[in-house]
């Protein structure tokens, strides 16, 4: 057999050697090449010569043609190939080459079927992967936002009056929204008349005192009528109000205080698109917000660590809900990872900072699986070693889905290492004893005692005695041997209890989110 690599992504060509060892059971010889005639991967049973050139003419036509059809080429038919696409765009053209004879014209359309199958698997893999990556975007774009607001708010601890919070403020939006100009108006009683007076900004905003005070009424009547914010600019439709010449585009945003404005954040003349959208409109009444309340600044960052854990558990949900049977498994496997490690905690130097990292990485730890075939799941019978390694691949995809987030690196382990055991025996990289971090160790029990005592489509669930007799045994080989113990003094009929009652969401605390908003607000610091 010979391996020729090129930077295909791992996944893919570890799918293209496991098909190609299955072809070459079958006398057959596979070879794999990339769009621009480059050999990626060639399998040979060792039963025949193959010419790599011919194939990859054959290869190069069949690229050409773009079909999603099977094309045949020789004598005999002997030569199959067939563009595999990831999901939409060529990225290789498989080749099938069988002994120059005719009486194997049967066993060629068995393989034809084979590579038709393994094509659709290779283009759903694929999709599955793009959805892994907007993923990740969609989380590190959430964290930017988290940052900046987090930031306001932890900076109310040392700032001194309100324009110098304000400042900072119009300083910390301005990196995010490129604007010509960005003031704060703040509510002052002159001369005993209620007026709008500039109190912090930065760049060009042409609104005078007269200005203001006009466009406190318009933006009180613009939230009247039910939106949350002004916006007007020249473009279509053109403008609404009229403003002095400078002005291209406007937004304003409240600061309230109960039921009144005491304040307005306004940002003129955006650069880089023409209007302000949406988007803009969400970021500048949460840093508005911030300003207007920034004695409970904590608290609003805890609204907004609320909403990320939100995400975070509906995303988890959405993993779990694939099987009946695994519904809720993330959240128990979070709450239980975080019972071992408080437990931990009172033997070794263990921190709440780790134990909250510990507790997410519960809660992520089968994130890898987002992208996975539901049928290979949901599969009653035996899996073949083709699911098995489909499978066997969640904690490094989960763990890529991860890498790129600095503010996770912590967690990262936990979900990269929680099938591997002590011995050696684990997945994926086969690590032993202390190699393994121990937030993988941790997991890897918890992982474990939820899956035992929990039914599923192929087995029923085992007893607690059961389970925990499981875990005994195994001290040493699977589970390391000081989280077991852990684990195993630790009063298990509390726990039973309140997983079995629905209480892991409040137990301790008041509800879910506020102790999965604790845990998030340890990544941002």
């Known amino acids: 057999m010979t391996d020729t690599i090129t930077t295909m992504p791992a996944v893919r060509f570890d799918m293209l050697a496991d098909f190609a060892a299955n072809i070459n059971r079958f006398g057959a010889t596979f070879t794999a090449f990339d769009t621009s005639g480059q050999c990626i991967l060639q399998s040979s049973a060792g039963n025949f010569d193959s010419d790599t050139s011919r194939l990859a003419q054959y290869a190069h036509l069949t690229c050409r043609g773009q079909s999603d059809t099977v094309v045949r080429f020789g004598t005999y038919n002997e030569v199959l190939a067939l563009c595999l696409k990831a999901p939409d765009e060529t990225v290789a053209v498989a080749v099938i080459q069988t002994p120059d004879v005719n009486e194997d ?6 393989l034809e079927e084979m590579l038709l199958l393994f094509a659709d698997r290779f283009r759903a893999d694929a999709k599955a992967q793009k959805q892994i990556e907007k993923v990740g975007t969609e989380l590190a774009r959430t964290y930017e936002e988290l940052v900046l607001l987090y930031n306001l708010s932890t900076s109310t601890k040392v700032t001194q009056s309100n324009a110098t919070y304000l400042q900072m403020a119009c300083d910390q939006i301005t990196s995010l929204v490129n604007v010509e100009g960005i003031a704060v108006f703040l509510e002052r009683k002159l001369d005993g008349e209620k007026r709008f007076v500039l109190t912090a900004g930065s760049g060009v905003v042409e609104i005078d005192q007269f200005t203001a005070d006009i466009l406190e009424i318009r933006l009180a009547e613009e939230l009247k009528s039910g939106n949350d914010a ?9 403008f609404k109000y009229d ?23 306004v940002a003129t003349n955006i650069i880089g698109k023409p209007d302000f959208d949406s988007i803009d409109v969400k970021l500048f009444n949460s840093v508005a917000n911030q300003c207007a309340v920034f004695i409970e600044n904590n608290r609003l960052f805890g609204d907004l660590k609320e909403l990320f854990i939100g995400s975070l558990k509906s995303l988890t949900n959405s993993i779990d809900a694939k099987d009946q049977y695994t519904r809720g498994h993330s959240e128990r496997v979070a709450f239980i990872s975080r019972w071992i490690a408080e437990r931990l905690a009172q033997e070794r130097p263990i921190d709440d900072e780790q134990i909250h990292k510990i507790y997410l990485a519960g809660l992520l730890h089968d994130i890898g699986k987002i992208g996975m075939n539901e049928s290979v799941l949901k599969k009653a019978g035996k899996l073949s070693e083709s699911d098995l390694n489909h499978i066997k691949a969640h904690p490094r995809v989960g763990a890529d889905i991860l890498a790129d987030i ?5 967690i990262v382990p936990g979900i990269l290492y929680h099938h591997e055991h002590v011995d050696g025996t684990g ?3 086969g690590l032993t004893g202390d190699r393994i ?23 029923e669930a085992m007893s607690i005695k059961r389970a925990l007799a499981e875990i005994e045994k195994n001290l040493g080989t699977q589970f390391d041997p000081e989280v077991g113990r852990v684990f195993l003094n630790s009063d298990i009929r509390k726990l039973w209890k309140i997983i079995q009652d629905g209480f892991i969401e409040s137990w301790d605390y008041s509800n879910f989110s506020e102790y999965g908003a604790e845990a998030v607000g340890t990544l941002i610091r």
């Open 230 to 238: 002004l916006l007007d600019s020249i473009v279509d439709p053109p």
């Open 243 to 265: 403003w002095p010449d400078g002005i291209k585009s406007i937004i304003a945003v409240p600061l309230h205080a109960a039921d009144r404005i005491i304040g307005m954040m």
């Open 105 to 110: 014209a049967e066993k060629r359309d068995y």
């Open 437 to 459: 971090p121990l937030i993988g160790k941790i997991i890897c029990l918890a992982d474990a005692f939820d899956a035992m005592t929990s039914k599923r489509v192929y087995r």
């Open 427 to 429: 997945y994926p990289e």
């Open 406 to 410: 600095k503010q996770m690196k912590d």
